[in-house]
């Protein structure tokens, strides 16, 4: 089954909390908790431990294969979430 992932990660200027989703859309939180409410609201799921690690490494090695380092701040992930593509809502 197709799945969209979203993450939420810290350490940024804008807002302590970074949730990114589909379509490269960024948004800023001051709170964890409103980070995961709203991408929760959306039908995002957090994925299984295993799953979890897997994305969270495949992500840490794609930005240090960036050579010279990654452009723009990527922050500390904290989690992953997804949902299926087929359940899409707005």
Known sequence: TPISIATISSGFEKGDFLVREEKGQRVYF??????????AYKGYIRMGREDEREWMDTMNNVHASVKGGMKYNTGKLLMVLYRPIDGEKD
């Open 30 to 39: 001051d709170f964890f908790e409103e980070a995961f409410n709203y991408i």
